[in-house]
């Protein structure tokens, strides 16, 4: 049971390079979201997407982008990477919403950008 | 909008004694509420989740939580931790208004103390 998959694990990153995150999910969800983690201040959603083709921005999507071109896949991309995007970023995946909105969380990518 | 706040950022606990938990949110629609846990350098796992019914919830690893309507408040309990309970928790609020999304508190550190 791979459920979802986050590649790579870990990076640096010097400021201005860019790069994708990758984030892939097995159990057919519908859902996709991306969320960064920073010290004290739990998940902030990033961007979400609610079927292949559909995507949206969340709480904090400056200096990020997505696509959603198939169900299983929603990688995350870094233009012009800043200190401030210094994070562990997670993705996640539900089937649904109200009932079945459980998520399920990759191991998440730690991110540092010197 | 919804929000959520967990009023202790840290919550030291010796082994076998009681830990409580503290969750508050504040939303103006009926809400599903959710319990993760974050083990070191994992994702998040679901504890336990409140959509409906009975406002008393049981969890894995004998966590359960109690919904208060009057109260906004979800609180999560478990009478006796173990060691292997050291972790991150936690709450989350998610409502239909908001697209099931869900927004996180900023987190609870529990350390199970021998």
């Not at chain 1, 590649?7 to 994708?20: A, C, D, E, V, W």
Request: charge should be positive; glycine fraction near 8%.
């Amino acid at each position: 049971n791979a459920g979802v998959t986050q590649t790579p694990k870990f990076r640096i990153l010097k400021i201005g390079q860019s790069m994708t995150l990758q984030c892939a999910q097995d159990m057919n969800h519908n859902y996709m979201y991306w969320y960064r983690q920073d010290p004290g201040m739990g998940l902030k959603l990033i961007y979400y997407s609610v079927g292949a083709g559909i995507t949206d921005k969340g709480e904090v999507p400056n200096g990020y982008n997505v696509s959603r071109s198939t169900t299983e896949d929603f990688p995350l991309r870094l233009e012009l990477a800043a200190p401030s995007q210094t994070s562990v970023y997670f993705c996640a995946s539900s089937y649904d919403a109200g009932v079945r909105a459980e998520a399920f969380f990759g191991q998440g990518t730690r991110l540092t950008v010197v | 909008a919804q929000s959520v706040t967990q009023l202790d950022s840290q919550v030291p606990v010796f082994e076998e004694a009681p830990v409580e938990l503290r969750c508050n949110y504040s939303s103006s629609v009926s809400v599903y509420l959710f319990w993760y846990v974050q083990y070191p350098n994992q994702g998040l796992q679901l504890l336990l989740k409140y959509l409906s019914g009975s406002t008393l919830v049981k969890g894995i690893n004998g966590f359960e939580a109690e919904f208060n309507k009057s109260q906004t408040s979800f609180h999560l309990r478990k009478p006796s931790v173990h060691i292997s309970d050291t972790a991150e928790y936690f709450c989350a609020v998610s409502t239909k208004a908001a697209g099931n999304k869900l927004t996180f508190g900023g987190g609870t550190r529990v350390l199970v103390k021998p």
